[in-house]
């Protein structure tokens, strides 16, 4: 009921208000002439007329600028041709005026009709071309179906009376309509089947109000439009819901692209992380298990004829082993939680003690006291997870100890808002070109028969970032590397309470 | 006299190797699979030391530490599996006197029983009032402290921190317990405060603070004044 009211509202007031402008522009031209009349003859109170009319022809639609122009010379022909207030014309000449005049003026009403319909439809035209353009613009930065839908649902309800639906599909094909939209289902699943426009001047379900529109492009529909109340005659407006609904169309499949993409990448990255650990696992695990459960059972089984020495270094390589598989079972625990940790939990911590712990517990590996640490005194405090911070730092001096032979600095720096530990060896140094690939999972360089667990340097690095630092190696001059950790220092340090 | 010693492990190899590894060094070794039977063991055996394992099948630990604490004073080590930080902590708060992280060696596990028995009974008043470690020493009953022969002068709240150590020489303090005796328990949260005044009784005590040899850091967990 509403939408009638609605559709055939604004016509109705339009052709009330063309008969008002039309009479007032008459009157109007009458009260003109009557004042003239003494001063001037008819010809030139005609010419009154005519003005009037071209007003009406570029103002008045069609009907309306045709009743003026008879209306105008009836009127001239009554008030002004002699015999004056009759209908009746005495000379021939008068009636050939008359003529003349209701000639000229059919001809400047359709003149001007004409030039005031193309002016509108340019006007409208150009208002379609920046409303597409605009929403290309909107539809470039969705990143959402629910965005692409409320963008062609907004332009659709700006462009046409309506009311207008979008609807999107599924991944199972479904339409996602509300209850009030249901009546809508048909049309907008038969426009999405036969992949064309449906309704008035479509050619297709002619005798619909509405227009039904698939949001599809060449490989993939994504939904449809419905744009109710329209006519067949409109061309123009149909292009142009045509066009709104092809931008969304392709709007919808960009998107569904990109997910693809990304789903894709995940994926593989899913399928790469998952091979190399299992690689790894049956690798990096069983050789240790192995020596442990052949020396463990030559034990068993032999263990009265084996000569004390070899019984010894069998319980060594079982000692070592056990050690190995923990250090690889905790790297490889701690690495899978950090990736999953988001947030660790941090407390004010003192440098100076997490380092001075560390060396504590790596002194008891380094006999030959290799370690030389530097460390400022006064460093400010920093938000940090300590155990973590000093697996890394343990690690670090591990691996200086395990593939150096000289020297191993320690050394702690203030800078700015940082706090730098590096630590520094003279080894052979990481080989040029891979020292983004020593902080991969399971990436071994290692070329000096050491073993190591491929881990320590991706959980430091892990442990790094955790705390908003980075972990990054450079070569040292004159040989050797260095190991440099960079932690953020917060500008507000916690103060003592007054003592 | 034999010690006796009371194992808490639900796991059949690790107690096994427990119980014959302290059975050769000569303790009288008890086990107990769960908090409920560990309970039973306490009352009737009257145990020495109580070696702990976290994640028993019946129930939370930190019940049997205040039982062995408050009942029988008797000294309680906790051990556990790595990241279980919080978890340790918790039992250190609660009374334990020491913990050990798996894997262990049993030479470990020996040094700090041995500790442990010597500081028995820490639970009674001040066992410990004059520490003697070459280089420092702290005499509680005078108010003195001396680093390498020379008087050093600390302020109230650096002399209470290390008079805390000081009572449980060569035992684990949490940070908890530290803040909650030395500033109150409205300060427990306030780990800086520790972080601070420890750097500041380092800095008078220690030779090298930053490689400290007496006042240890225990990472995550709290602060070990070094056996004396």
Known sequence: MSTAARSSGPPDARKVRDGWVGCGLLVAATVLNLLLDRHVSVTSEAMVYVLALVLASYTLGRVASLCCAIGAVTLLNFFFVSPRYSFRVDAQENLFALFALLAVALVISHLGTGLRRETEAARLNERRARQLQEM???????????????????????????????????????????????????????????????????????????????????????????????????????????????????????????????????????????????????????????????????????????????????????????????????????????????????????????????????????????????????????????????????????????????????????????????????????????????????????????????????????????????????????????????????????????? | MTLRLLVVEDDPAIRTMLQSSLAVEGFDVRTAVSISEARALLRHAAPDVVLLDLGLPDGDGSDLVRDARQQHAIPVLVVSARHQEAEKVRLLDAGADDYLTKPFSVGELLARIRVALRHRGTSLPAALTVYESDGLRVDLGARRVEARGHPVHLTPTEYQLLARLVRSAGKVVTHRQLLTEVWGPEFAQHTHYLRLYMAQLRAKIEERPEEPRYLLTETGVGYRLAAA
């Not at chain 1, 744009?227 to 061309?235: I, L, M, W």
């Not at chain 1, 504590?360 to 460093?379: C, E, N, T």
Request: with cysteine.
């Open chain 1, 136 to 499: 290309a613009v909107e539809l470039a930065v969705a990143a959402l179906p629910a965005e692409v839908l409320a963008i062609a649902h907004r332009n659709l309800n700006r462009a046409f009376p309506g009311p207008c639906t979008v609807a999107l599909l599924d991944a199972q094909g479904d339409l996602h309509l509300r209850a009030e939209q249901a009546p809508l289902r048909d049309g907008l699943q038969a426009c999405i089947r036969e992949a064309a426009t449906l309704g008035p001047g479509t050619g297709r379900w002619p005798g619909l109000q509405a227009w039904y529109l698939p949001l599809r492009t060449e490989s993939h529909t994504g939904g449809a439009a419905c744009v109710q109340n329209v006519s067949a005659s409109d061309n123009g407006g149909r292009e142009h819901a045509q066009a709104i609904c092809a931008l969304a169309g392709q709007a919808l499949w960009r998107i569904r692209l990109a997910a693809a993409m990304r789903d894709a990448q995940e994926q593989s990255q899913w399928h790469r992380a998952q091979s190399t650990l299992l690689a790894a696992i049956s690798h990096d695990f069983r050789t240790p298990l192995a020596a442990i459960m052949g020396a463990a059972s030559s034990l068993q089984t032999q263990g009265e004829r084996l000569p004390p020495l070899q019984r010894q270094r069998m319980l060594a390589t079982i000692l070592g082993e056990s050690r190995h598989l923990a250090t690889l079972t905790d790297n490889t625990l701690q690495l899978v939680r950090l990736d999953h940790a988001g947030e660790i939990p941090m407390d004010w911590e003192s440098v100076e003690e997490i380092v001075g712990a560390v060396l504590a517990r790596v002194r008891q590996r380094d006999a030959a006291h290799r370690i030389q640490s530097q460390v400022p005194a006064r460093l400010p405090l920093i938000r940090a997870d300590p155990v973590l911070l000093a697996q890394l730092l343990e690690n670090l001096l591990d691996n200086a100890l395990k593939y150096s032979a000289g020297r191993i600095d320690l050394d702690v720096r203030q800078r700015d808002h940082r706090i730098e530990l590096a630590v520094l060896d003279r080894g052979d140094g990481i080989p040029a070109g891979e020292e983004a690939a020593i902080f991969e999972p399971w990436h071994r360089s290692d070329r000096s028969g050491q073993r190591g667990d491929g881990l320590g340097l991706a959980v430091g690095r892990a442990i790094a970032r955790a705390h908003h630092g980075e972990l990054s190696v450079r070569r040292r001059e004159g040989g050797g590397s260095a190991f440099v950790l960079v932690l953020p220092v917060e500008a507000a340090q916690p103060v003592m309470e007054p003592a």
